[in-house]
């Protein structure tokens, strides 16, 4: 049986005489109705709306007008079919406030669906809502972003807007709200400085967001918003809108889109910039979404016997690949940096995405202003999507200045993250030192066996904890039975010190800084908020863990050695040393970088045994980084007791 048969059975696909004998699967599709307008979606004035659909397989369209997010319908008007399978209605007068859908028979089906381009939406994004752009302004609202002189020289601090305020502790007037993180002056216990103030005091220059568009999920009812739910927001529903639930009054339109610009206003008035996680890998449903409703069969992938492709492991994937659905992410993607001012993007799961759309995107983010940084998950997946195609690590060479994940270097420093049990370089693991070299030199090719996928350091991500997967601490507790809390300390530090002294980009986890810990969770993706939550209690105990993060961030963004910005001043400045096992050594030399410091050498130390290892003579030493670690310091010898980094320097 083929795969348009096959499908037959559980879908309408429409009749071939609407679109001249060209099945939705047949890459002819694409040739014919392929539009490159930008007018898809609501455009809205005092004085008129037009609406525009691109349906091609449908014989007939409508917009359903509805008088709330969940009453009558109060018209049914039909639109116009236009140019290359686009549908158009101008309504005159002023449609503010407008709750709509569109209706399409596709074959002898009648679907509805939200507009797949509409920026705002009633509760529960089941309806989407015109408004006047001019409504959704915050009081303050700038175009101007924070510097970024090169991704290299960023600092990521990946957060989850519910985890920062939630915490009864938090002091926040807004828990678990968008203007939770816009909030000035509030604090903690024993005083600290909680939510956006301490974010600032750390030093990190972004702060990456942990999905913020309107997602779908039955464990966050934003009509039930007094109900502990949560959930981290990968169930993509509308992708043009922020998340309801964030907003203090998700009932109404405007206000959810306000919120989120205002706490973006208050992180760059701290000279910080945003990243933003998008999933356009996958969507929550495949049979219910959007996409598949208005264009059945289009937008996803699916395998030779008609079942959805699902390297996602989400139940399918998003077919990045054909011209519209490359079209539609790529004007998504336009639109929140322009429209929201996103400094960033965070994409997942991107080996399942195509290259010409990643590079589309570059592009495009490049003519709004080249400093916006991508970032990715470019892991190999199961999918249809042919290989050569996928956007992952071993294509690196053809994603010039997308950043990611080295999920090598992080199993390197801490652990197999899928074998519990099995130790890392921190914590005493065997034979790493090699694997975490790699991440080092920023994953790119050094010398030997010293290298990785990336061709310039700004496309490695170098990290040991992010919101997937258990945290740096309770994979440390897995991994290190019958060791005590405080040598798990010292291995904790020495993980966070490797990545912000690698070169490459570095990035941390919320909570990194005083040891997170998710009690054992290892994907706490919808479990209950007090797992989730920031826990402020555990930060005012372990204020020496947060200043020692806080110098790490210093001491990185005063020597532009560790921010090296090509592979070839790598290979030229960072000379490995001689160190025993359980140990790396490293030097940056020759005002690298234009480095303060004509030489720095830096010491990765596991072992919790003193240890002696001999200096290169290139001048004085003297300790600048981790002296509770230096035993002794001589011209061509430096003795060491215990676990973590030591950073010596020889000025000018």
């Keep these: 049986m083929s795969v348009q048969k096959e499908m037959d059975i559980v879908a309408d696909y429409g009749d071939l005489a609407v679109t001249n004998g060209i099945s939705v699967f047949d890459p002819k599709f694409d040739e014919m109705f392929y539009y490159d307008g930008d007018d898809l979606g609501v455009t809205y004035t005092p004085e008129q709306t037009t609406f525009g659909l691109w349906a091609p397989t449908a014989s007939e369209a409508s917009v359903m007008i509805y008088d709330s997010w969940d009453g009558a319908l109060i018209e049914r008007k039909p639109m116009v079919r236009d140019v290359r399978g686009t549908w158009v209605l101008t309504v005159n007068g002023n449609c503010n406030h407008w709750y709509y859908t569109y209706g399409v028979q596709v074959g002898s089906q009648w679907n509805e669906a939200v507009d797949p381009y509409a920026k705002a939406v009633g509760v529960n994004g089941d309806r989407g809502v015109v408004l006047d752009p001019g409504s959704t302004q915050p009081r303050r609202w700038t175009e ?27 002091g ?57 739910q949560y959930n981290w927001g990968y169930d993509p529903k509308n992708y043009n809108v922020p998340e309801g639930s964030y907003a203090t009054d998700p009932y109404s339109p405007d206000l959810r889109i306000r919120e989120l610009k205002q706490m973006i206003q208050a992180l760059h008035d701290r000279e910080i910039r945003v990243i933003m996680d998008v999933v356009y890998n996958h969507v929550y449903d495949g049979y219910l979404v959007n996409f598949s409703k208005l264009v059945p069969g289009y937008y996803l992938r699916y395998k030779e016997d008609g079942t959805f492709s699902n390297g996602s492991f989400c139940g399918n994937e998003c077919a990045s690949e054909r011209k519209m659905m490359s079209k539609f992410i790529v004007d998504s993607v336009v639109y ?55 956007a992952n690590q071993s294509h690196a060479a053809l994603l010039p200045r997308i950043g990611q994940f080295n999920d090598g270097f992080r199993d390197a420093v801490k652990g197999d993250i899928f ?63 019958g060791y005590t809390d405080e040598e798990r300390r010292s291995m904790h530090r020495l993980a966070s010190a490797i990545v912000l002294t690698s070169q490459g980009i570095p990035f941390i986890h919320a909570g990194q800084e005083f040891m997170r810990t998710k009690q054992g969770v290892e994907n706490s993706y919808k479990s209950p908020i007090e797992i989730n939550r920031m826990d402020w209690q555990r930060c005012a105990e372990r204020q ?32 490995f040393e001689q160190a025993p096992e359980h140990a790396i050594a490293y030097t940056l030399r020759n005002h690298a970088g234009g480095d303060p410091d004509r030489h720095l050498y830096v010491l990765y130390n596991a072992n919790p045994e003193p240890a002696t290892l001999e200096l290169p003579e290139l001048g004085d030493w003297e300790v600048h980084f981790g002296n509770e670690l230096v035993i002794s310091l001589k011209q061509r010898r430096i003795q060491v007791h215990g676990a973590g980094m030591v950073v010596l320097a020889v000025h000018d």
Excluded at 352 to 373: G, Q
Excluded at 463 to 476: A, I, P, R, S
Excluded at 549 to 573: G, V
């Design 419 to 481: 074998v519990y049990g099995l130790e890392g370089f921190v914590s005493l693991g065997r034979g790493f030192e090699e694997k975490v070299k790699r991440g080092i030199v920023g994953g790119i090719k050094y010398e030997g066996a010293i290298l990785q996928y990336a061709i310039e350091p700004d496309q490695t991500v170098n990290y040991v904890e992010c919101h997937d997967n258990h945290t740096l601490w309770d994979k440390l507790v897995l991994s290190t039975d």
């Design 544 to 575: 020496s863990d947060v200043l020692y993060m806080c110098s790490l961030i210093k001491l990185r963004q005063s020597h532009p050695a560790f921010r090296l910005r090509t592979a070839r001043e790598i290979r030229r400045h960072l000379h």
């Design 172 to 228: 926040s007037s807004y828990p678990g709200k968008y203007l939770g993180l816009a909030e000035r002056g509030t604090t903690g216990p024993d005083g600290i400085p909680t939510g956006l103030d301490y974010i600032s005091g750390l030093g990190v220059t972004h702060v990456q967001l942990l999905p913020v568009y309107d997602y779908a999920t039955e464990s966050v009812d934003e009509t039930k918003p007094e109900l502990p």
């Design 336 to 390: 929140w940096a322009q429209e929201y001012h996103m400094d960033g993007f965070r994409f997942d799961l991107m080996g399942l995405m195509d290259i010409a759309t990643m590079n589309e995107i570059r592009r495009r983010l490049d003519e709004i202003d080249p400093s916006i940084m991508m970032i990715g998950e470019g892991w190999g997946m199961d999918t249809v999507l042919p290989e050569a195609q996928r």
């Design 144 to 170: 101007d972003r924070p510097p970024l002189a090169a991704p290299v020289d960023a600092v990521i601090y990946e957060l989850h807007v519910k985890d920062l305020s939630i915490h009864p502790q938090s």
